[in-house]
């Protein structure tokens, strides 16, 4: 039910974003909402208290926000707040800001490797990525976890590319345990 509602705002958000021609200033400013809205998490429970009426709620998101985000992005909150859909006011940023990457070709990767790669490796990622897929600019996130013991797994979105030696080795004994001995 979150993502039906994450879409449907955040698809909202986003066309009118394009009819007005401020998907690039949306854009700034729902990333900056969004470090906001993570960095303060007691004004989404605030906001989505059961005891704190939704006149109160909005005029408390009036108070914070107005003056410092566009009439629009004021609308915008108003009204999810207005519909009780507060609590999931990140989920529905989270959406847009995802949309909008899409639509630029932005792609996110997460990599993650057995050992800290170096400037030069990285470069070499990002690079063979940015051949090898549609997006035009990568944001790479970088985690390492000696487990793997070698390679990396490289995951953007819901796809994955896993050359570690621990899902190789996985594998091999997979193999070898279907091996039937005469």
């Known amino acids: 039910m979150a993502k039906l509602v994450s879409k449907v705002y955040g698809d909202a958000l986003m ?15 729902v990333q900056v909402l969004c470090e906001i809205f993570k960095a ?43 519909k009780g859909r507060q609590n999931d006011m990140l989920p529905i940023l989270d959406y847009f800001i995802g949309q909008v990457k899409e639509e630029k070709r932005i792609g996110t990767a997460q990599v993650t490797s057995a050992v800290e790669l170096s ?13 090898t897929t549609r997006y035009v600019k990568f944001e790479m996130n970088y985690t390492v976890d000696p487990s793997l013991i070698g390679g990396m797994i490289i995951r953007i979105g819901d796809r994955v590319v896993d050359s570690s030696i621990r899902t190789r080795l996985y594998e091999l004994k997979k193999q070898l345990l279907n091996v039937q001995l005469a």
Not at 21 to 26: C, E, N, S, T
Not at 57 to 71: A, P, Y
Request: charged share 30%; proline share 1%.
């Open 15 to 29: 066309q009118a974003a394009s009819e007005k021609g401020r998907v690039d200033a949306i854009f700034e400013e």
């Open 40 to 82: 303060n998490g007691d004004l989404i429970h605030l906001l989505d208290h059961p005891q704190v009426v939704k006149e109160e709620k909005i005029r408390i998101i009036r108070d914070v926000f107005q003056g410092r985000v566009s009439d629009e992005m004021m609308g915008f909150l108003a009204a999810i707040v207005d």
């Open 119 to 131: 400037e030069a490796q990285k470069a070499q990622v990002t690079d063979r990525l940015l051949a």
